[in-house]
Structures are given as structure tokens and as C-alpha cells.
């Protein structure tokens, strides 16, 4: 009894908060794209928690499946080893974190640390052993393509609309790496600022078509500063009367964008996952603001 005692005064449950902490502390990296692994962290959320299917109750962030054969050979998560590669010292400082858990908090933590709104998190998903409930190929949307298809991709994870267009702001960080995706550039000049200008720019820049040279990928760019870019499928999203709505909201209003933001990435990170329903909501304070 005295051992079993003993053991219980010395476990310390995870503080997530401190898990948080030493994510913000690895953002920064002068060396690496535009000078933060923020960008990179959030597309590793966004596709280790977009494979959810509602129908089968398949896919979504639990699990981590993303670690093994074939779903990190899927094309649509090229590059995405670098994220999990830099955040392995972290899960080896915090033992306890699942993946799962890990993944999601660090793409909570790059949006509010870049400026972006406060998302809630709660712990809760477990690691799989293996790669027997990876999802097939297939379930991330296709920048090639159209509205439809970007439809059909979101409506099985269960969003709407206006969700669909929320969720693209996360646009507004990051970039396009041709040996990744085939497409190049960033959507707007500041990509490592949370904010609404990707909306804006889709609203007020004039987009012309683009061949990527080192790809053949076709793309948009602005026609005053050509490094900026927008892919197909999003051009064929603004053009659609039903997405357009809600794009020019978002563009009209950061506020609005920000908080329809934090809810529907909440949804996203959470598709999927097992709540017991006696978990801790998190609201982390950003460390910048
Ligand atoms: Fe995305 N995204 N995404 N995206 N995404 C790419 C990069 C980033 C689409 C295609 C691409 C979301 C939705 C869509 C981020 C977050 C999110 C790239 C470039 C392509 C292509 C990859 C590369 O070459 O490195 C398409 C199509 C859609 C769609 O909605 C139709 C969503 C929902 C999110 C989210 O996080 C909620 C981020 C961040 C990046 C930048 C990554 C980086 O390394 O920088």
C-alpha cells in the first residue's frame, strides 16, 4: 500500500499547458520557409483530422494513423514529415501526450500564435499500434479540381457551406511548395500573420492564370505581384454564387471570420474522437499577444 502511495503522489498528470508552451517555444525558425514551422504545424492538424468520414464513423485525428504506410505516402501529405519529425522532441519530453493529441494541440497553438483567433481543445485521442485503420487515398480535397468535388470532400466530414469557407481561411498562413503539391507561393504577402487578408484578396486582387514552371501545375496569381496565388479549386469556390456569400462576409469582417473560425476548427480537430466527456477544455493564452 505504501508503494502504490508513493507512486501516486509522484505521477504528475500531463499539463497541457506546458505542452503548449513548448510548442510556441519551436515555432520560430529563421532557417525554415518563412520563418516559422506555424504554417506547416496547422496543415499537419488539418490532414491528420480531415480524412473523417460521418457515414462510417472512419478516419479523423484519433489514431495518428498518419505516422504509418500508406497514409504518409499519400500525396496530399507530402512534406507533412517535417512537421511530425519537429515535434517528435516534443512528444519525447511529454511521453504521456498521445500523437493524436500532440498533432491537434500544435495546430491550436500555431493559429493563436500567429494571431489567430483562441481555439478550445481537450485532450482525448489515442494512438494506434499500426496502419490497419488508415484511411484510403483519396479523402482530402484535390486543389485541381472544382467546387463540386471540394463539396463533395467536406460534406463527408460533415460541414456545411459556410463551414467549408471558414475553414479555407487557414489560407491566410502559409505556402505552396511545388516539390509537395506541384504549386508555388503564398496566398498573401504576410503568410505567417492569422489573418482575414486571404479573403480580401480573393475578393479585390485581379487572378490570372499561371503555369507552375518547375511542376507544369496550373495556378492563379495576382496580376499586380505575381508571387501571391490562389489554386483552382478555390477560384472555382469564389465563382460559386452559394460559397461566394460567404467569402465576401469573412472578407468584410475579420472579427466575424475569427470567431466562425475557432468553432468550425474546434469541429474539425475533434471529428472522430472519443470524448469520455469528463475532459478539461482548454483555452491556452496565447504567449504574443
Ligand atoms: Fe490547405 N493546402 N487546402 N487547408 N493548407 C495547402 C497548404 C496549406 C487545399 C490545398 C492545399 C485547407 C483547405 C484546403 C493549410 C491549411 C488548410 C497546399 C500546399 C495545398 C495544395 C501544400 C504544399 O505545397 O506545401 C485545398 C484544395 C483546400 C480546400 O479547402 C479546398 C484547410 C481546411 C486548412 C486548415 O487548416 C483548416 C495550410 C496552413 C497550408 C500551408 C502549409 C505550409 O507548409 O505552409
Not at 505552396?176 to 506541384?182: E, K, N, Q, T, Y
Not at 475557432?262 to 475532459?279: A, I, M, Q, R, T
Request: net charge negative; proline share 6%; aromatic share 12%.
Amino acid at each position: 500500500a505504501a508503494a502504490k502511495e508513493t507512486k501516486s503522489l509522484d505521477t504528475k498528470p500531463l499539463d497541457y499547458e506546458e505542452v503548449y508552451q513548448a510548442i510556441a517555444d519551436i515555432l520560430e525558425d529563421n532557417d525554415y520557409d518563412d520563418g516559422s514551422l506555424g504554417p506547416v504545424f496547422v496543415r499537419l492538424a488539418w490532414h491528420a483530422s480531415g480524412t473523417y468520414d460521418v457515414e462510417t464513423k472512419t478516419g479523423g485525428s484519433n489514431g495518428a494513423t498518419m505516422r504509418f504506410e500508406p497514409e504518409a505516402l499519400h500525396a496530399a501529405n507530402n512534406g507533412l514529415a517535417i512537421a511530425r519529425d519537429r515535434l517528435e522532441p516534443i512528444k519525447k519530453k511529454f511521453p504521456e501526450i498521445s500523437y493524436g493529441d500532440l498533432w491537434t494541440l500544435a495546430g491550436v497553438c500555431a493559429v493563436q500564435e500567429l494571431g489567430g483567433p483562441t481555439i478550445p481543445w481537450r485532450p482525448g485521442r489515442q494512438d494506434v499500434d499500426d496502419g490497419k485503420s488508415c484511411t484510403p487515398d483519396g479523402r482530402l480535397p484535390d486543389a485541381g479540381q472544382g467546387e463540386r468535388h471540394i463539396r463533395d470532400i467536406f460534406y463527408r466530414m460533415g460541414f456545411d457551406d459556410q463551414e467549408i469557407v471558414a475553414l479555407a481561411g487557414a489560407h491566410s498562413l502559409g505556402r505552396c511548395h511545388p516539390d509537395r503539391s506541384g504549386f508555388e507561393g503564398p496566398w498573401q504577402e504576410a503568410p505567417t500573420v492569422f489573418t482575414n487578408e486571404y479573403y480580401k484578396a480573393l475578393r479585390d486582387r485581379k487572378w490570372v492564370k499561371k503555369t507552375v514552371k518547375a511542376s507544369g501545375a496550373q495556378q492563379w496569381v495576382d496580376k499586380k505581384n505575381p508571387d501571391v496565388m490562389m489554386l483552382p479549386a478555390e477560384i472555382a469556390m469564389y465563382n460559386d454564387k452559394a460559397f461566394k456569400k460567404f467569402f465576401n462576409e469573412y472578407a468584410d469582417s475579420e472579427e466575424k471570420f475569427f470567431t466562425d473560425f475557432s468553432k468550425v476548427f474546434n469541429k474539425l480537430l475533434e471529428l472522430g474522437v472519443p470524448f469520455k466527456g469528463d475532459e478539461r477544455v482548454y483555452h491556452f493564452k496565447a504567449t504574443t499577444a
